[in-house]
């Protein structure tokens, strides 16, 4: 059976210009299983994973906000905590559309680390925005606190922390049993509970958030899947985004898109991980991405859609 690993974007659980409220979420994530199902009636084993950008700073919020009378956690546990809240929504979610379509298969969140190198040099230069968007005058107020702020994309600006490359999945073995054991399985959710590795063998926690589409990208190494699904809002990914020139990109090569990206088409922090994470996949796997919006998923898949990108 093709194994697919599928990535929802933040926007697919929680949309801008929403508080992020339970139903909110849940009734984003119900629209996102409805997407997926449809890749499992295909006779896709599908593998999903999210974002958490939204989840974790919010988290990290309260934390801070109760800190006098509740100790705060630290953020890779908050990162724990957000894999636990968007996958019991998952969970819930895929079983209704599952009984609903009957289709027989168990759906399990593994609460996934990943393995960062402890000397990235990402720890010293923190760019993954997380949490609410705030205007210049809260955020120039936030950075006199000692909170490291940057404008995320033209579209607010918001509190950033370091995004350390992904180089494993530690529970890849369990997740590839889940697998073959007929069960849809959601893991590696918002890029993965951060860990290094020390000599003995231990695992430990950092202070970090990690991309989830790079993340996504080494999921689909580990489980050997043939196809990476980014699912985003936008249906294609575009050269000269924003400009009079804007051309969106159907079928793509690796070496075309590596060109583009050499000049500077996609940016950091939003269009940029998800063309590095297809990227790497066709390159080192060989498989296929595809980058499209969630609602586009079934027409990305026939051809008449999406950035679909190949070797
Ligand atoms: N070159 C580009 N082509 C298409 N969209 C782009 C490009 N550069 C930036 N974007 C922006 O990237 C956004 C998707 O990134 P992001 O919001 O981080 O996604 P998600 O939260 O779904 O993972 C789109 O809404 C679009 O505004
Ligand atoms: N961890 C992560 O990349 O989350 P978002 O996609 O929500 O930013």
């Not at 860990?195 to 080494?218: F, H, Q, R």
Request: charged fraction near 25%.
């Amino acid at each position: 059976m093709r194994r697919v690993v599928v990535a929802l974007g933040g926007n697919a659980i929680l949309q801008p210009g929403q508080r992020g409220t339970f139903s909110e979420q849940f009734d984003n994530v119900k629209k996102a299983s409805n997407e997926i199902i449809k890749l499992i009636d295909k006779g896709f084993k599908v593998v999903v994973t999210h974002g958490n950008g939204p989840q974790v700073g919010n988290i990290l919020l309260q934390n801070e906000i109760a800190k006098k009378i509740v100790p705060p956690m630290p953020l890779f546990v908050c990162g724990a905590q957000s894999q636990g809240l968007i996958g019991i929504m998952l969970q819930q979610a895929l079983r209704e559309k599952l009984i609903e379509n009957k289709i027989e298969l168990s759906v399990a969140t593994i609460l996934t680390q990943v393995e960062v190198r402890d000397d990235d040099p990402a720890f010293k230069n923190p760019l993954k925005p997380i949490g609410p968007f705030y205007s210049e005058e809260e955020a120039r107020e936030m950075i006199k606190q000692g909170v490291v702020m940057k404008e995320d994309a033209g579209r607010g600006w918001r509190r950033v922390v370091p995004s350390p490359d992904p180089i494993d999945i530690v529970e890849k073995h369990a997740l590839k049993q889940l697998l073959s054991n007929n069960t849809l399985v959601i893991a590696c959710g918002g890029g993965g509970i951060p860990v290094v590795k020390d000599p003995k063998g231990n695992y430990k926690g950092v202070e970090a958030v990690i991309d989830k589409d790079l993340a996504a990208e080494k999921l689909a190494e580990s489980i050997d899947a043939e196809l990476l699904i980014i699912l985003t809002d936008v249906p294609k990914v575009a050269i000269n985004y924003g400009k009079e020139n804007q051309t969106d990109l159907g079928k793509v090569t690796a070496e075309e898109m590596r060109r583009y990206q050499r000049e500077g088409h996609f940016k950091d922090g939003s269009m940029g991980p998800k063309v590095e994470a297809a990227l790497r996949f066709v390159e080192y796997k060989k498989g296929t991405a595809v980058i499209t919006a969630l609602d586009k998923c079934e027409e990305a898949l026939k051809g008449e859609n999406g950035t679909v990108i190949t070797s």
